[in-house]
């Protein structure tokens, strides 16, 4: 049976929840484009099953997602063990409704995503599922094909490792863009103090490059060392640096081109006022969802 639009209702239903499946995706894979695959493993199998004997549509729908995202997982896993340097998270240029949902912003974050990416794939799953989506046990067992009650511990054990390395503090978005407006004055003076005054002492730069920019190949950790990166070994004096204020994951954040290119993106994490984590994506094949918004969503 068709609808009056002249769509099916397992087509309705689909477009309906996509923007949550791939919510759910990205949070447990860090990455657009395979998040994007996964949405389209759930849409062939979601065609061939019987609606009528589905209860709850929406909650059968994660489910699809989750085991196809737990497979991918598992999958590209052993392609980021080759990566060369380090992994960051793909950045999404998001709608403006991300950043008031202060629940989501923080889910999606940089620094968050990196906290979710030191999990097991099933770990992932089920926090992602329980912690950020509010999932019930029972589902979620359905989904990673465990007991209950193993999904039970698993989320402890989870939750336990997330709030031991997660970021400390959530800031208010006009902190955040305070922070982003003084690194946009450091990295377009290359004044060494003004580096200096916004970097807590134990900040940490990651950048990804991918193999196809040059980037650190190691975290770099400390303010002298991050600012002497940045003055002396990355951007360079004889290159034209200027930046654009963006929104990246819900967060405000700088494009950075050089010489009028789009280099990459960077996002920042800010502690009491100052500057904790720097991450910065440079690997081209991870900017293609910083020039269209991307909607996110946890319902």
Do not use: C
Request: zero cysteines; proline letters at 4%.
């Amino acid at each position: 049976m068709t609808s009056t639009h002249g769509t099916d209702p397992a087509t309705e239903t689909f477009v309906a929840h996509r923007n949550l499946l791939f919510t759910v995706a990205y949070e447990m894979l860090g990455s657009a484009a395979d998040a994007e695959d996964v949405l389209q493993e759930t849409w062939l199998r979601w065609t061939g099953v019987d609606l009528e004997q589905v209860r709850d549509q929406r909650a059968y729908l994660v489910r699809i997602t989750t085991r196809q995202a737990l497979n991918r997982l598992r999958t590209v896993q052993r392609r980021r063990e080759a990566y060369v340097g380090q992994w960051l998270p793909e950045p999404l240029l998001t709608t403006p409704d991300v950043a008031e949902d202060v629940e989501l912003t923080e889910s999606v974050s940089m620094a968050m995503m990196l906290v979710l990416e030191t999990l097991t794939p099933t770990e992932r799953a089920v926090f992602v599922l329980r912690e950020v989506f509010d999932v019930g046990y029972d589902e979620i067992a359905a989904a990673v094909d465990k007991a209950p009650a193993a999904v039970r511990q698993i989320a402890h054990r989870a939750r336990k490792h997330v709030d031991a390395r997660r970021p400390r503090t959530t800031v208010s978005a006009r902190e955040a863009r305070a922070a982003v407006d003084s690194f946009r004055r450091a990295l377009e003076t290359r004044d060494p103090q003004d580096f200096l005054d916004l970097l807590a002492p134990d900040v940490v730069l990651v950048s990804d490059g991918g193999g196809i920019k040059r980037a650190a190949l190691r975290p770099v950790v400390g303010a002298d060392k991050v600012t002497r990166f940045y003055l002396g070994g990355s951007l360079k004096a004889d290159v034209t640096i200027t930046t654009e204020p963006t929104v990246v994951n819900g967060a405000p954040a700088l494009a950075v081109l050089v010489d009028g290119e789009l280099d990459g993106v960077m996002a920042l994490s800010v502690e009491s006022g100052l500057i904790k984590g720097l991450y910065y994506v440079r690997n081209p094949e991870k900017l293609t969802h910083v020039l269209a918004e991307t909607s996110l969503t946890l319902r």
